[in-house]
């Protein structure tokens, strides 16, 4: 950390280092790229999109937006999410993420992973191969090339959209793993990925509250009523 020119207001201007922005960085896009994780259930006969908008925030200042899309075609149902977060921690970071990911007969066929960054962009895949999933990630600072014999029945695009049922094994797209929710109350599970405890909060079958935490500062994900 480097001490810049004080202001004219008498401020002083902390100015990160590369070795700290590179920290931070790693440590904010856990906690935007791990904000849905938990169990749903299937949904059968939907006639029209059902979205549902989230407001991202951190010590109570709205940092951004996710929107979560649920739709059904022919035999397909396809989940979405599009999160853009905009935030000053030490210096600017941006992070544009999206999920797509389709099912057919309760089963995951594949999910797409894109994320955009201020420091580059990345993104993972896990793809139904006949009897397994062919899983490729490329996040940030973390690369993976494997394989998942089990079919997927949950991903993390569908926790907005169907809520919790049962406990079962849930992948964590971005980082190809499959987690198992930890149920704390009827209403509340917790989730740890990549050693990050999150906690979600369901609503009248919705995910109302999210609490991720991060070693920096701690974000909410907050239902826009």
């Not at 050693?195 to 909060?201: A, G, K, L, T």
Request: hydrophobic share 40%; net charge positive; charged share 20%.
């Amino acid at each position: 950390m480097r001490i810049g020119k004080i202001s004219g207001k008498g401020f002083i201007r902390i100015l990160a280092t590369d070795s700290m922005q590179n920290w931070v960085f790693c440590r904010f896009c856990k906690v935007v790229l791990l904000t849905t994780l938990l169990g749903c259930s299937a949904v059968h006969g939907l006639a029209n999109p059902i979205v549902r908008k989230y407001t991202i925030s951190m010590a109570g200042i709205n940092i951004g937006e996710l929107i979560a899309k649920k739709e059904v075609k022919d035999s397909l149902t396809y989940y979405s999410i599009d999160s853009r977060v905009s935030v000053w921690i030490f210096f600017r970071v941006k992070v544009h993420y999206t999920i797509t990911s389709a099912y057919h007969n309760n089963q995951l066929m594949y999910s797409r992973v894109k994320t955009e960054t201020n420091r580059g962009n990345f993104s993972s895949s896990t793809t139904w191969a006949r009897d397994h999933y062919q899983v490729h990630v490329n996040a940030y600072k973390y690369k993976k090339d494997t394989t998942i014999q089990q079919p997927i029945r949950c991903n993390v695009a569908r926790l907005y959209l169907d809520g919790p049922t049962a406990e079962q094994f849930v992948l964590a797209d971005n980082y190809g793993a499959m987690v198992m929710p930890v149920k704390l109350d009827p209403m509340t599970y917790r989730f740890t990925v990549m050693d990050q405890p999150n906690r979600f909060q369901f609503k009248n079958g919705a995910l109302h509250l999210a609490r991720m935490y991060n070693p920096i500062k701690n974000f909410e994900i907050k239902l826009q009523e």
